[in-house]
């Protein structure tokens, strides 16, 4: 069927309210009669007239009673037999055949011409006498009833329904008297034809405009309604859906928007609804073709961590296009976007290492990907924070040492510049092509101090953690010196040994010696000098001298010779030279008896006062630090670096309140190895027996009563001292 274009008569399709006649198709004529109705009685006359869609008619009529063509050219015809009567036009083809019946019957049931389809229609049942009710019927149904002879039936279709009516009246004798007049089918003509659908252009390119049309007509008697249009792809509306034109514009049309569309047409009253047959739309898609991939920042070089855009297109190619994006050697892609476009992008957000590499790009729009060429992307990156690495030759860096400064950054492109610094003070630079950069250095006591260094291949410098250096410098030999200075002092002075080495990184230890016999040791946690207190005796006469150690090696001071002078003994040496041969009497018999002696030693202890030298009682005795002291106001009594072999010696321990005196008695066996240079070495667990002799105390004026007490039997002997064990300490020297 083709298009309908817009014209003021003829056969009618709408737009809006406006006609549109059917180009190259002839319109039909169509009749009137006059009186309209179609069933008539016999004898009756009805008056036929013939139309086409110009009024009135030109030329001549040609007339047909059951498709026989009549002798008369005449525009109107006046007729009283039963039949099929049609009429054409010299402008027009055939009208639609209406058939006129004349029956001799005394009761007929008559409907209008024309009738067309949601039209409502009055149905006449007449009779040629009064009657007093009729009855009417659709399909042997009875569908109403009425004192009067007319009927409306609203919104008739073509359904070929048959209706009649009945009516009934009594006569004179009172007998009533029933007639029923002869089926009538309506003669309802269609309003408008289905609609017909039709896309311009017929095979419409992908991703531009198509215009659907929804095409039928009225007929002219018809002409005043209004119809509405509906377009349908598959079963979804399109557009804004009921619209008052049969024409629907698309923009665009897309390959997927292939498929089966069809219309309806229907009358704003919605009493007449028809729709078209489906009509298959193909749109045809133009393959993709020349694709190409550009790169931002342009030539693909980049910095780590910049953004990385991809932009592939196509010079030709419709509908929906699936571009993707490649690194080369990978097996998936790096992303995919699918759009109506002749292009699309991919950006890569802050960029590695890693994606370095060849790109490329495909774009499809079903007949298969079409591939860009390779384009590659190189990255610089900046160098990591690099990391600074000193290496002595020892455990320590010793004045003297030539320490490696190596500086690396793990990450960066080359050529890396490194920079070494000496609190913030350049010591030099280096350039390596790859790996590690380092710097050589003879350490000085005033290299101590923080070292960091910075690495830069022009992307940025990075500065490395600060790298703490103590150059530990070795003692110096240590000077030992009395105060107050003399070579000569007094028995009861009390006199300060100092020994300090002039150089020599802390902690130093310094060791006290009298003849080779360590008097004890002190630690200088921060460096400098020490001192340590001596209470004289007579036999504290001779040399003097100091060690100093840091770990390095212990340094010797000189000797230094001290001479005192005085009494050889006071009134407690007196006490303890009576008493010492009475100790050597019943040395066995003290060992026998320690446990029972011990327990009269608690009954009759009390506290002892240092007089001078050193000492402990029994009672206050307690296990040395095998290590040494780090506390700087209290002597570390560690092991002399030099045991030497003692005779047996005795001398006084302690002087108390309750009239006891303590004498000590030891012996150090001899060592087959010599450590004088190992100060840090310790006692074997093995160590000399100590006893302590418990002694009544003597008066100053009672010298007599000692020499008394010294001829006593053992008896009285047992009670006046007490042998007590007791481990040996170095500082009781």
């Known amino acids: 069927m083709r298009p309908v274009v817009m014209c003021q008569h003829q056969w009618y399709c709408y737009s809006e309210v406006t006609p549109v006649a059917l180009v190259g198709v002839t319109p039909k004529a169509f009749l009137l009669l006059n009186p309209p109705w179609s069933t008539n009685f016999k004898n009756d006359r009805v008056t036929l007239t013939c139309r086409d869609s110009l009024s009135p008619a030109q030329g001549d009529i040609s007339w047909y009673y059951n498709d026989h063509l009549l002798d008369n050219k005449f525009e109107e015809i006046q007729i009283h037999k039963t039949g099929y009567y049609k009429c054409k036009t010299r402008r027009s ?108 252009p017929s095979q419409p390119i992908e991703g531009r405009p198509v215009t659907l049309k929804c095409e039928t007509w009225l007929p002219p008697q018809r002409s005043y309604i209004q119809l509405q249009f509906c377009f349908f792809r598959e079963d979804q509306a399109l557009g804004s859906g009921w619209s008052s034109s049969p024409e629907l514009k698309l923009p665009t049309i897309w390959s997927e928007d292939s498929g089966s569309y069809w219309c309806q047409a229907e009358t704003v009253t919605h009493l007449v609804r028809k729709r078209s047959l489906r009509s298959q739309i193909r749109v045809q898609r133009v393959p993709v073709s020349d694709v190409n991939l550009e790169i931002q920042p342009p030539e693909g070089q980049l910095i780590e961590g910049e953004n990385l855009l991809l932009i592939c297109s196509v010079a030709k190619g419709t509908g929906a296009v699936t571009f993707s994006w490649h690194r080369e050697g990978t097996v998936r892609s790096l992303g995919t976007k699918t759009q109506r476009s002749l292009s699309a992008e991919l950006q890569i957000l802050t960029v590695k290492e890693c994606d370095a590499g060849r790109y490329y790009c495909a774009a499809d729009n079903i007949h298969g990907p079409i591939l860009s060429k390779l384009i590659r992307v190189t990255l610089r990156i900046p160098v990591s924070r690099p990391v600074l690495t000193l290496r002595a030759p020892g455990a320590q860096a010793v004045v003297g040492d030539m320490m490696e400064l190596y500086c690396e950054a793990r990450r960066g492109s080359p050529p890396i510049l490194y920079r070494f610094y000496h609190e913030d003070v350049s010591l030099g630079s280096s350039s390596v092509p790859s790996g590690r950069a380092f710097f050589n250095l003879s350490l000085t006591a005033e290299h101590s101090g923080n070292y960091s260094c910075e690495a830069d291949n022009g992307l940025g410098v990075q500065l490395s953690d600060r ?267």
């Open 467 to 733: 790298v703490t250096l103590s150059v530990t410098v070795p003692v110096s030999h240590p000077v030992f010196t009395f105060h107050p200075a003399g070579a000569q002092a007094m028995v009861g002075d009390v006199l300060e040994l100092r020994c300090e080495a002039q150089r020599g990184s802390p902690p130093i230890l310094y060791w006290f010696y009298h003849k080779n016999v360590t008097l004890g040791s002190i630690s200088a946690p921060f460096g400098g000098g020490t001192s340590f207190n001596l209470s004289l005796m007579a036999e504290h006469s001779g040399n003097f001298f100091c060690g100093a150690d840091n770990g390095l090696g212990i340094q010797r001071s000189e000797m230094v010779t001290l001479s005192i002078t005085g009494p050889s003994s006071n009134k407690i040496t007196l006490i303890t030279e009576g008493v010492t041969a009475g100790l050597l009497s019943i040395l066995g018999l003290a060992a026998t008896a320690a446990l029972v002696c011990y327990f009269r030693t608690q009954r009759n202890s009390g506290g002892l006062s240092t007089t001078g030298t050193p000492s402990y009682s029994p009672r206050e005795f307690r296990e040395p630090s095998r290590t040494s002291n780090t506390d700087p106001q209290e002597p570390s009594y560690s092991e002399p670096p030099d045991p030497m072999e003692l005779q047996p010696v005795y001398s006084n321990v302690d002087l108390g309140e309750n009239n006891l005196v303590y004498s000590q008695i030891w012996s150090i066996q001899d060592k087959k190895e010599n450590s004088a240079n190992s100060p840090k070495k310790h006692w074997e667990d093995k160590e000399p027996a100590v006893i302590y002799s418990e002694l009544k105390k003597a008066h100053l004026d009672d010298s007599a009563g000692l020499a008394i007490n010294q001829d006593r039997d053992f008896e009285d002997a047992a009670e006046n001292y007490e042998n007590v064990p007791r481990a040996f300490s170095a500082i009781d020297h």
């Open 93 to 200: 083809s055939p009208s639609n055949p209406v058939h006129v019946d004349f029956l001799s019957d005394k009761l007929i049931i008559q409907a209008p011409h024309p009738v067309f389809e949601g039209d409502d229609v009055t149905l006449r049942c007449q009779g040629r006498e009064e009657t007093s009710e009729t009855v009417l019927y659709k399909n042997e149904k009875k569908i109403s009833k009425s004192s009067k002879s007319t009927f409306t039936l609203n919104s008739v279709s073509r359904d070929n329904d048959k209706y009649y009516c009945t009516t009934s009246q009594k006569n004179f004798w009172g007998i009533t008297k029933k007639e029923t007049s002869k089926p009538l089918t309506i003669q309802v003509q269609e309003l408008f034809p289905h609609p017909v659908l039709t896309a311009r």
